[in-house]
Nanobody, 122 residues
Framework: VQLQASGGGLVQAGGSLRLSCAAS????????MGWFRRAPGKEREFVAA????????SYADSVNGRFTISRDNAKNTGYLQMSSLKPEDTAVYYC????????????????WGQGTQVTVSS
């Protein structure tokens, strides 16, 4: 499966953005899906994940309560709704998929596409 993230941009602190992850070339509904980010000078980190059915989610503590992950398997698309954005959310955001049961960990994720830049100004 190939993935393409989009929807990033420049936003002021406190604002919102919705990222999309379009899947092609595979059966999207067979995979758990995750969002990750890499800030300048830092390692890529887990942000959120959703089970293949869409009924289970997991979030990093830093975004819990502000971000919402979802998916529409009929459209082969995943989403990350980001609200109350902070300057520390500035990063390149990536989506990826995994068949691992432990879907809240970066290990096992694959099909990393090009990320989308999110910049939050103070």
């Amino acid at each position: 499966v190939q993935l393409q993230a989009s929807g990033g941009g420049l936003v002021q602190a406190g604002g919102s953005l919705r990222l999309s992850c379009a899947a092609s070339g595979g059966i999207f509904r067979n995979y758990n899906m995750g969002w990750f980010r890499r800030a300048p000078g830092k390692e890529r980190e887990f942000v959120a994940a959703v089970r293949r059915s869409g009924t289970g989610t997991s979030y990093a503590d830093s975004v819990n309560g502000r971000f919402t992950i979802s998916r529409d398997n009929a459209k082969n698309t995943g989403y990350l709704q980001m609200s109350s954005l902070k300057p520390e959310d500035t990063a390149v955001y990536y989506c990826a998929v995994t068949t691992n049961v432990n879907y809240a960990h970066i290990a096992g994720y694959h099909s990393w596409g090009q990320g989308t830049q999110v910049t939050v100004s103070s």
